[in-house]
């Protein structure tokens, strides 16, 4: 079946180090995929999204990469601040059926000041 | 520009009640998901309204129903209510003139308590 999931469950960062998020999936008709950051007591926050047809993309700090041949997705954000601390979700879908979403479990992400 | 609101944001209920969660979507938004999310997991879907109808289900029994209104409102209904109910409501509302090229936008949830 359809599955997203992070290779860890947890990430400590120094900040103003650069922070990279990894993701997998495993729906080869999903085209379409969609980073969310959610921290405590509310809900997920959009912070980028990549088509199919591109293998990165680039954002205010951060850049998803995107890595068909592996079905594999990075959030890389840079300069890694306090308030980046939250949980990060990859998600994805088709293009095309924006119907339900693919959730993974989450990375938890700390600044360590 | 109000975002997804949901109400309320938290509720303790008891087993084998029924309870009613709300949503209004984003505005210029016509669509409404409803996702659970239990402690620790990643949001699971639960289905999508559009035009007032339910356009798609996750694997969820029928306890769990819900309702579009006109103004593309939205509630979600659980009946017989169980303990592994306990979770938070999310509800995301996105535009389906987009062609499904826009990301869902996600309200603070409604957290679920069940003694």
């Known amino acids: 079946g359809e599955s997203v999931g992070l290779h860890l469950p947890t990430l400590s960062v120094q900040e103003g180090d650069n922070s990279i998020i990894n993701c997998a999936y495993s729906?080869?008709?999903?085209?379409?995929f969609i980073w969310y950051k959610q921290e405590s007591g509310k809900g997920p926050q959009f912070i980028i999204d990549?088509?199919?047809?591109?293998d990165k993309r680039q954002g205010q700090r951060v850049t998803v990469l995107l890595n068909k041949t592996v079905k594999h997705l990075s959030l890389q954000i840079a300069a890694t601040q306090p308030g980046d601390s939250a949980v990060y979700f990859c998600?994805?879908?088709?293009?095309?059926?924006?119907?339900?979403?693919?959730f993974g479990a989450g990375t938890t992400v700390t600044v360590r000041a | 520009d109000a975002g997804v609101t949901q109400s309320p944001t938290h509720l303790i209920k008891t087993r084998g009640q029924q309870v009613t969660l709300r949503c209004s979507p984003k505005?210029?938004?016509?669509?409404v998901s409803w996702y659970q999310q239990a402690l620790g997991q990643g949001p699971q879907f639960i289905f999508q309204?559009?035009?007032?109808?339910?356009?798609q289900r996750g694997n969820f029994p029928d306890r769990f129903s819900g309702h579009q209104f006109p103004n593309y409102s939205s509630e979600l209904n659980v009946n017989a209510l169980l303990l592994g109910d306990s979770a938070l409501y999310l509800c995301?509302?996105?535009?389906?003139?987009?062609?499904?090229?826009?990301?869902?936008?996600f309200g603070d949830g409604t957290r679920l308590s069940i003694l």
């Open positions: 995301a509302s996105s535009f389906s003139g987009t062609g499904g090229s826009q990301p869902q936008h």
């Open positions: 729906n080869s008709a999903s085209d379409y």
């Open positions: 990549i088509r199919s047809n591109m």
């Open positions: 998600a994805e879908r088709p293009l095309s059926n924006d119907y339900k979403l693919s």
């Open positions: 505005s210029g938004h016509d669509t």
């Open positions: 309204y559009y035009e007032e109808e339910e356009r």
